[in-house]
Each structure stands twice: as structure tokens, then as C-alpha cells.
């Protein structure tokens, strides 16, 4: 009997360990590429010579052998990407408190209408925001940028059900001992939020890192490319060099993984409960 038991724990660790790997192997296929010779990229399934001509090609100014703003670009999408992830969080966190906690007529017709907005693609939105941004004056530069993604309707969604979930009788106890709503909101409420906030964090900064459309749009001068428009730039749509293509992936996809595995225990917390 405790012999199909372990024959059955070590069944289940070894499916675990598959469908890791068949995850996470496109990733370590697209390292290993990036660092590949180029006369076996993408022609074998783990390559046996090994380069840094693909990173030396991107970071030399490619085809055109033009030097590129790299650090510049790199700053620029930390400075974007951070902002708009920082105002994306506190407006959600406001409007998610009010949802949840203040008591007031028509609070269910907003929530409605904020999962009712969820199922419209932003892109709809694009063009009006562009002129926008263009006739107040905000055309390439950071601020125009940064504020039209201050706003994430997802955020305010579990930011929402999140707070839902904490008993009242924390902010009564908080309300007893003077504190009003912005303390509340900040000290009470927001500190017990951590493990939630961690994965929102997370899954903001990521999408704001890899967005390209709208700063393609909006940054016009070399000084505020952000790294997705500066690598766009070297490829083109279609991108004859795959070796670099993966090396550019991995500049990419780096800040996301260190952030990822500073906050892997906080994100791990926040994904139980977004599943329970």
C-alpha cells in the first residue's frame, strides 16, 4: 500500500517536472539562440557553438553599423513603464476602496460598467487618445507616454474583490481611533494587501514593458526611444536575423525576470487567492 503511494507521488513529480520544462524550454531555446553561432541558429534544437556575434551585431548598430541610444532607450522604458505602473496601482487602489468599502448610491451601476469596459480592446481608443495627447501639448515626451496608461481597469477589478474580502471590523476599529479614509486606505487596508499587490505589480509592469504600439505613436526623437520602438527600428516587420532577434528578446524579457524572482513569494501568496 505505501509502496502505490510513492509510486504515485513520484508519478505525479515527474509529470510536474515535464510540463515545466515543455513551459520554460521556448525560453532557454531563445537564450541559447541568442548566444549561438550563427550558422546554427534555429537549425538545431540545442546548438553546439557559442558567440556573442549576436549581441555584438545589436548593440554595434546592426546592418546600418549606426550607433543606437541602448542606455537612453533602456532608462526611458524603465522611467515609462515604472510611472505608469505606480499610477496605474494608486488610481486602482482609490477607486477599488470606494468600490468596496464606501457605501454610496450607484456604487454597483460603476462596477458594472467597469467589467462592462473590460471587454472593449483599448486600440478602439487609440487614435482619440493620440490627438489628444497632441494638442495638449504632450507629443514626445514622458508624460505623454505615461498618463493615458494610468488607468487599469483589471487593477481596480481584483484591487476590488480583494478588498472585499478583509473584514469591516479593521476599519472600524481604524475609524475608532480617529483615522480617516485616506489613512485607512493606505495604512490599514493597503498594508494587508501585499501578496495581491505584488502579482498586480507584476502583471502591469510587464504589459507597459512590452507595449510598443502607442510609444511607436508617441516618442518622435531619438531621446526618448523606448527599447521596444529602438529595437523595432533595427528590424523592421519582418527582421532577417534571427540570431539578434533572440539576443534582443533576452534584453527584453530580463528586468521582468529579476523582478519576477525578487517578488516570487509575494506573487505565488497573491496567485492562491486570485484562485480561490
Known amino acids: 500500500m505505501g509502496g502505490a503511494k510513492k509510486n504515485g507521488l513520484w508519478s505525479r513529480y515527474l509529470i510536474a517536472i515535464v510540463l515545466l520544462l515543455i513551459m520554460i524550454f521556448p525560453y532557454i531555446y531563445m537564450v541559447l539562440n ?15 557553438e557559442y558567440s556573442l556575434k549576436s549581441y555584438q551585431w545589436l548593440l554595434g548598430g546592426g546592418e546600418a553599423l549606426i550607433p543606437r541610444p541602448w542606455i537612453n532607450a533602456f532608462f526611458n522604458s524603465f522611467i515609462v513603464s515604472t510611472g505608469s505602473t505606480l499610477l496605474m496601482m494608486v488610481s486602482a487602489v482609490m477607486v477599488a476602496y470606494a468600490l468596496a468599502k464606501i457605501p454610496f448610491k450607484g456604487r454597483d451601476t460603476i462596477n458594472n460598467f467597469i ?23 504632450m507629443y514626445d515626451s514622458y508624460w505623454g507616454m505615461i498618463l493615458p496608461k494610468a488607468m ?42 501585499k501578496s495581491i499587490t505584488t502579482v498586480i505589480f507584476l502583471f502591469l509592469f510587464m504589459e507597459r514593458w512590452t507595449e510598443l504600439l502607442w510609444d511607436m505613436l508617441v516618442a518622435k526623437s531619438d531621446d526618448m526611444l523606448t527599447l521596444n520602438v ?14 539578434p532577434l533572440y539576443a ?13 524572482l525578487l517578488f516570487a513569494k509575494k ?8 484562485l480561490k
Open 152 to 193: 487599469s481597469l483589471w487593477a481596480v477589478f481584483m484591487y476590488t474583490n480583494f478588498f472585499k474580502a478583509i473584514p469591516d471590523t479593521f476599519i472600524e476599529a481604524a475609524k475608532l481611533d480617529g483615522a480617516n479614509e485616506w489613512q485607512i486606505m493606505f495604512k490599514v487596508v493597503l498594508p494587508m494587501s
Open 34 to 48: 541568442s548566444f549561438a553561432d550563427w550558422n546554427q541558429v534555429d537549425k538545431k534544437l540545442i546548438p553546439t
Open 115 to 137: 467589467l462592462f469596459q473590460m471587454f472593449f480592446p483599448a486600440i478602439i481608443l487609440l487614435i482619440p487618445t493620440f490627438l489628444v495627447i497632441q494638442r495638449i501639448g
Open 230 to 243: 529602438l529595437l523595432s527600428q533595427m528590424f523592421g516587420p519582418y527582421g532577417g536575423y534571427p540570431g
Open 248 to 260: 534582443a528578446s533576452v534584453i527584453l524579457t530580463m528586468p521582468i525576470l529579476i523582478i519576477f
Open 267 to 274: 506573487f505565488q501568496e497573491g496567485m492562491q487567492f486570485t
